[in-house]
């Protein structure tokens, strides 16, 4: 079954600083992996996603993306982290079943400070 | 990105009424939607997968006479909430896909539609 795994609750980084939020899946076949951002109280927001490619994806809002096959890793990263950067991070992996829905991680709660 | 519309964004309703929210695909057509339900600070919990002209597929556990689902076009799915308890409140988002349910295609997110039963 596919799975992806967010192992931090929370990520702290001041503002200048570069951020970057861990996600690893676990796929039979192909890997499609999806970032979206929530910010308090409202829906998801497509940052970016991987299908095939270069291994680096950019995304919306300054973010980018790190496929690495051999660690099955799709790590979010931006150079230099804004304050209203600050919100909760899902990585999702689409799960290749007859309706090929998104199975979500846990979710990373990003929190810059000024 | 597509535009996914929910409405309402907030309700309030008694113990024991019945409240529905919508969920409309603005710019494309959608034959499949699904519905989500978050609580505070945790993932998504997929409900059930909105199919168009046809049942909808439910998740294991979540009971399918409490939580009616229509998808009555390619551009609307419904929920509705029925004999709602304080347990039911929740976030509720809805998502589609405009290009299927191909594995590269982008699903997008409603905002969100939060209920509080009283």
């Excluded at chain 2, 309703?13 to 978050?38: H, N, P």
């Excluded at chain 2, 590269?104 to 039963?117: A, D, M, P, R």
Aim: proline share 4%.
């Amino acid at each position: 079954a596919q799975s992806v795994a967010q192992p931090e609750d929370q990520v702290n980084v001041a503002e200048g600083n570069p951020l970057t939020v861990k996600c690893t899946y676990s796929v039979s076949g192909n890997p499609y992996l999806f970032w979206y951002v929530q910010y308090p109280n409202r829906g998801l927001q497509f940052l970016l996603k991987y299908i095939t490619g270069d291994n680096l994806v950019k995304g919306s809002y300054g973010f980018e993306a790190e496929f690495n096959k051999s660690q099955t890793s799709f790590h979010l990263k931006k150079p230099s982290a804004l304050v209203s950067d600050s919100a909760l991070y899902f990585c999702a992996v689409r799960d290749g079943g007859a309706t090929n829905k998104l199975i979500f991680g846990t979710g990373t709660l990003l929190a810059v400070q000024p | 990105g597509a535009v996914v519309s929910q409405h309402p964004s907030w309700v309030i309703c008694k113990s024991g009424t019945s409240v529905k929210i919508e969920c409309r695909s603005l710019d494309f057509q959608a034959t499949t939607m699904f519905w989500y339900r978050q609580f505070p600070k945790q993932s998504l919990m997929l409900m059930a997968t909105s199919n168009e002209g046809s049942k909808a597929t439910y998740e294991q556990g979540v009971e399918k006479d409490k939580f009616l689902i229509n998808h009555a076009s390619l551009t609307l799915s419904t929920l509705t909430v029925t004999s709602a308890h304080p347990e039911d409140s929740s976030f509720y988002i809805c998502s589609a896909s405009p290009g299927g349910l191909g594995s590269g295609n982008t699903i997008y997110f409603g905002e969100g539609s939060w209920l509080t039963v009283v």
